[in-house]
């Protein structure tokens, strides 16, 4: 499968390898060499100031790697308008850093001028499809190029929604021309959480949409004796999550692996070593495409 | 069925502990439909005390983690966070503090408060140029004295009743921990950034009116009478403004 390109400019994303989260703890590792991953995500507001250490850093290293921008706070299916001031400060941070992939989620996160600060659900309804497209439209307006949305985990299921969550994203795509952005820990969280079917959302997504995979670890949460599965990337990927992987590489073909860890940060060998289960089943989907 | 809007502003009344439809249009299975709700409420609480536990360590140590938790639900309460971006979340705090405590015994820890953010705020400010000593000295003598002053980005300056930098120094992950006598006298407090690190300095009282009515605008003469520093005291100042690379450039106006 060659690799994805934007349909708007035509510019490369990542390259279908394994990268990881360039993290506070790993600063000092990376300031000192350059381990070897094929790319860095970064969040994008935590490069929105002008000065200190992380965007100096970020500035020599996208000499050497190729770099993800990965936004967490702007919620693009929030009903109020964007945030124009966010915009533009996501703006800033693509002309500085010039990054391979932007992405974004698709959640809601304010209402009435107060943010939660979280990724909050949205129905799976035409309605939420065509706002999060326009507002999608209007991002990549902005920045000039394609963004990728990110699936995100759910604790809930709206009874009013009319679609899945794969015919959600498959409709996002066709209204807004983005990519995708295919977390599977989600898709294996959702399918505990919500009985959604992981395996029927990798088939209906439009596979040339997909620009990046997630994968992360999760926690498991019992509430009175049934258990929820929280998305808190504090842990190493599940043996499920890897399986379900497989298939979603089987179905995409090779796709940039974002190796996801957010909190309790481990040792960047154990970060790398995760990566590098993730670049061993790549190469055999590669293979397999050859 | 809610519409989009109506489905939001329901959501965002449950996530505020106020009464909200949105569990009734939730699935409620094994989970109710109001546990799953907490999950999303939780979240949010624990991003928001997060972000000022990250801004605010020295707080967090000298108050602990229940009574620093007490205050961010109350801060939360009074100043919900009005951007997506989480770094936004403490920048009232201090003021909050301020009022939240004041009269009580603990109203100092506003101004701690604030130098945290000092710090926090100088380390992302822009980079910048820094002007050299020997800019102002090639002057003419009668230009130096009308000369004025541009600092870099990263200066803050924080004022406060107590002896707030020690206070901070001592609770860093390398300090001694000592107790501060915070009886000992009021604090002026300069911060900036100096590459990647912070440089903290506390200075008397006339050198922070001078370096106040400095980044004012004012000329160094004039700053030198609003301010009444003692002229002797003048080199040392001007010496650690350069060497500590606070001053970003030196504006020479004609002479007379």
């Given at each position: 499968m060659s690799p994805v390109t934007s349909g708007r400019t035509g510019e490369q994303l990542l390259p279908a390898r394994a990268g990881i989260g360039l993290r506070s703890a790993h600063l000092g590792a990376f300031a000192a060499g350059r381990p070897d991953v094929a790319f860095l995500e970064v969040h994008t507001e935590n490069y929105f100031h002008d000065g200190g250490r992380e965007p100096g850093l970020l500035d020599r290293l996208r000499a050497d790697y190729p770099i993800s921008l990965h936004g967490v706070g702007l919620a693009l299916g929030s009903v109020e308008p964007l945030d124009r001031a966010h915009v533009a400060r996501i703006a800033a941070a693509v002309r500085r850093f010039e990054p391979a992939a932007i992405s974004e989620h698709a959640c809601w996160g304010h209402v009435d001028g107060v943010h939660f600060n979280d990724l909050l659900p949205l129905p799976f309804t035409d309605e939420a499809v065509l706002h999060l497209a326009a507002h999608v439209r209007e991002l990549q307006d902005a920045l000039g190029r394609r963004i990728l949305v990110e699936n995100v985990s759910q604790y809930l299921r709206f009874r009013h929604s009319t679609l899945t969550e794969g015919e959600f994203l498959a409709a996002l795509v066709h209204e807004s021309g983005c990519g995708l952005l295919l977390d599977v820990n989600n898709l294996y969280v959702n399918s505990v959480n919500v009985g959604a079917d992981p395996l029927a959302a990798i088939e209906r997504i439009?596979?040339?949409?997909?620009g990046e995979i997630h994968l992360a670890g999760h926690l498991r949460k019992d509430v009175d004796g049934h258990t929820l599965l929280i998305d808190?990337?504090?842990?190493r990927v599940s043996e499920a999550v890897w399986a379900l992987y497989a298939r979603a590489l089987e179905r995409c073909g090779p796709v940039a692996t974002l190796i996801e860890w957010d909190t309790d940060v481990p040792p960047l060998e154990v970060l790398l070593a995760e990566a590098g289960r993730a670049d061993s089943m790549l190469q055999v989907c590669h293979a397999r495409a050859a | 069925m809610p519409g989009l809007h109506e489905l939001q502003r329901s959501f965002a009344a449950g996530l505020s502990d106020r009464p909200c439809d949105a569990h009734e249009w939730a699935a409620s299975d094994h989970i109710p439909a109001a546990a799953r709700l907490q999950v999303y409420r939780n979240n949010s609480r624990t991003l928001f005390e997060q972000a000022l536990r990250l801004t605010y360590p020295v707080l967090l140590r000298r108050v602990g983690a229940d009574y620093f938790r007490q205050l961010t639900h109350h801060f939360r309460s009074a100043?919900?966070?009005?951007?997506?971006?989480?770094?936004?979340?403490?920048?009232a705090f201090a003021g909050f503090l301020a009022a939240h405590l004041a009269g009580s015994d603990y109203a100092w820890l506003a101004d701690l408060a604030a130098l945290e953010w000092a710090v926090a705020d100088a380390g992302v400010a822009a980079d910048s140029p820094i002007a050299a000593a020997v800019t102002l000295a090639a002057l003419e003598p009668a230009r130096i004295e009308s000369a004025r002053f541009t600092f870099v980005p990263s200066l803050r300056r924080v004022v406060s009743s107590v002896p707030v930098l020690s206070v901070w120094r001592a609770n860093q992950p390398d300090g001694d921990g000592a107790t501060i006598d915070l009886a000992a006298g009021a604090d002026q407090v300069i911060v900036h950034r100096q590459s990647t690190a912070i440089a903290s300095r506390s200075v008397s009282r006339s050198e922070y009116a001078f370096l106040d009515a400095l980044v004012a605008g004012a000329s160094l003469r004039d700053a030198l009478d609003r301010s009444q520093l003692a002229l002797e005291r003048l080199p040392n100042l001007l010496h650690w403004l350069f060497a500590d690379g606070v001053i970003a450039e030196v504006h020479a106006t004609p002479g007379a």
């Open positions: 439009p596979v040339t949409a997909v808190d990337h504090g842990s | 100043h919900p966070a009005r951007a997506g971006d989480l770094h936004e979340v403490g920048r």
